[in-house]
């Protein structure tokens, strides 16, 4: 019989195109920690969390995954607190945490779906009021616009970026850093180590002390959310196990 378990279905390469967190492959993620350290006592910034409603999902299913709710909440957490590392303005820190919140919500699957950054800007350009409200934020339609660029390059590795790309890179490049870091952090939740963080692709520094927040933020949701707590819930509770500053 084949096994449906999330890191059984990676090592064969037979991952669907719908892919939930499972049990024991939470557990096994848990027991390979890497070398990352824990977090200090104290993190140096309090979290902003957004997180995206289950009808922005272009399909619905995904919305449970592992780019779903979770993972775009996340996202926003970890996206907040870099902004707040490298001093953004309130307005560049609204943009970026709303361009992480809602960067996967136009997926078609859970694999690498070329195309879905571009068609998850295209829907925040389109539904941009509508999206700001039901999240409670304010944004002039000029940093919707830096949110957009940043979610339509979010999924394209700086080397493949064509010159349409590039441009639009040099408009807000550190919102677009800083989207593909924050992203980048949350992918300890994927089934196999090599897809795990790997920093050298990124182009801004990433502090110490983020990498083990970001490992136990993942494992903390995974883990209530499997427990049958709801996804606002779940995050909540993991941030709850840290101690934020001001």
Not at 91 to 111: E, I, P, Y
Not at 211 to 223: E, G, I, K, T, Y
Request: net charge neutral; with cysteine; glycine share 6%.
């Amino acid at each position: 019989m084949t096994s449906r378990l999330l890191k059984d279905l990676a090592a064969q390469g037979l991952l669907p195109a719908h892919q939930v967190m499972d049990q024991a492959t939470l557990t096994w993620i848990v027991r390979h920690r890497p070398a990352v350290g824990v977090p200090p006592a104290v993190l140096p910034h309090r979290p902003v969390l957004l997180m995206p409603e289950v009808t922005w999902f272009a399909n619905t299913e995904l919305a449970d995954s592992i780019h779903g709710i979770g993972h775009g909440a996340r996202v926003c957490v970890l996206a907040s607190l870099l902004a707040q590392e490298h001093e953004l303005s309130r307005v560049h820190t609204t943009a970026l945490c709303v361009a992480a919140a809602v960067h996967d919500c136009r997926r078609h699957d859970d694999h690498a779906d070329p195309g879905h950054g571009k068609r998850a800007a295209h829907w925040l350009t389109s539904n941009g009021d509508t999206i700001m409200a039901a999240l409670g934020q304010r944004l002039p339609a000029y940093a919707v616009a830096w949110a957009a660029t940043a979610i339509g390059l979010h999924d394209i590795s700086y080397e493949a970026f064509t010159p349409a790309d590039t441009r639009a890179y040099e408009r807000v490049p550190l919102l677009i850093d800083l989207l593909k870091g924050a992203d980048c952090l949350d992918r300890y939740r994927l089934p196999l180590q090599r897809w795990w963080p790997d920093l050298s692709h990124l182009r801004v520094p990433i502090p110490g002390w983020l990498q083990p927040v970001a490992f136990d933020l993942m494992a903390r949701s995974a883990q209530a959310r499997l427990n049958g707590v709801a996804h606002h819930e779940a995050l909540t509770h993991a941030l709850q196990t840290f101690t934020f500053g001001q």
